[in-house]
């Protein structure tokens, strides 16, 4: 085995069994590596593949060696160990970005 091979094959179980986001589930492939994200970006099918990965493991999904996915705003307490009150207030938002009045006044002079 090469140096190459050594260097990857190394990277790869410390994602898998040492890195702190160890834990939470998902496949061992998205927690080895981000090749698997990046070809599902490419293909255009990631929204699809993670909410599959959503419906197996559960509200919190591993994507990627250093990323979490999550569907459930009560899974901000754990991921983040955030304060509550700002889960209630996301919660209750319904827009993330509000639309600019300038541009959705209606009215133009």
């Avoid at 090749?35 to 099918?45: A, P, Q, V």
């Avoid at 699809?48 to 559960?58: A, C, P, R, W």
Wanted: hydrophobic letters at 35%; a positive charge.
């Amino acid at each position: 085995m090469g140096l190459p091979e050594l260097i990857v094959g190394s990277y790869a179980i410390y994602n898998i069994f040492f890195h702190p986001l160890r834990q939470y589930p998902g496949p061992w492939y998205t927690k080895s590596s981000r090749l698997w994200f990046i070809i599902k970006i490419f293909r255009g099918t990631v929204v699809y593949d993670i909410k599959q990965l959503h419906d197996k493991y559960g509200d919190i999904v591993r994507v990627a060696p250093n990323e979490l996915s999550y569907t459930n705003p009560d899974a901000w307490q754990e991921v983040y160990g955030c304060n509550i009150r700002q889960v209630e207030k996301y919660r209750k938002e319904r827009t993330v970005f509000k639309k600019d009045p300038m541009f959705y006044s209606g009215v133009f002079a």
